[in-house]
């Protein structure tokens, strides 16, 4: 198995700072989404992350190639709703976790 890094692009930089009622709704249901990669233990970790350039979403996951990686991300409830998010995909060369994790 192989570790990537998912990085989630909202459709605009101040996404954070204003989305729309709608769009706090579809995240939510992209969080069910991730929680259920997590308890399946294909996502390793997931959340926002409150770059000063502008926020986006990290998604770790462990797959079998990226093939599975693009698979798992075009599910994501963000994508099918066709609201302006992307992702970037990169694969880690090496994955080194913590004692006990």
């Known amino acids: 198995m192989v570790y990537f890094v998912c990085r989630l692009i909202a459709p605009r930089p101040t996404f954070a700072q204003d989305m729309t009622e709608a769009e706090r709704t579809l995240l939510g ?4 989404y991730w929680r259920g990669l997590a308890d399946r233990r294909i996502a390793v970790v997931f959340g926002p992350v409150m770059d000063p350039k502008g ?15 693009h ?12 609201a302006g998010f ?4 990169s ?3 090496q994955a ?3 004692k006990g994790l």
């Not at 986006?56 to 990686?69: F, P, Q, S, T």
């Open 86 to 89: 992307s992702w970037e995909i």
């Open 29 to 32: 249901v992209h969080g069910g």
């Open 71 to 82: 698979s798992l991300l075009a599910e994501d409830p963000v994508v099918k709703a066709n």
């Open 96 to 98: 080194v976790f913590r």
């Open 55 to 69: 926020a986006w979403g990290l998604g770790l996951v462990e797959a079998k190639d990226e093939a599975e990686v």
């Open 91 to 93: 694969p880690m060369a």
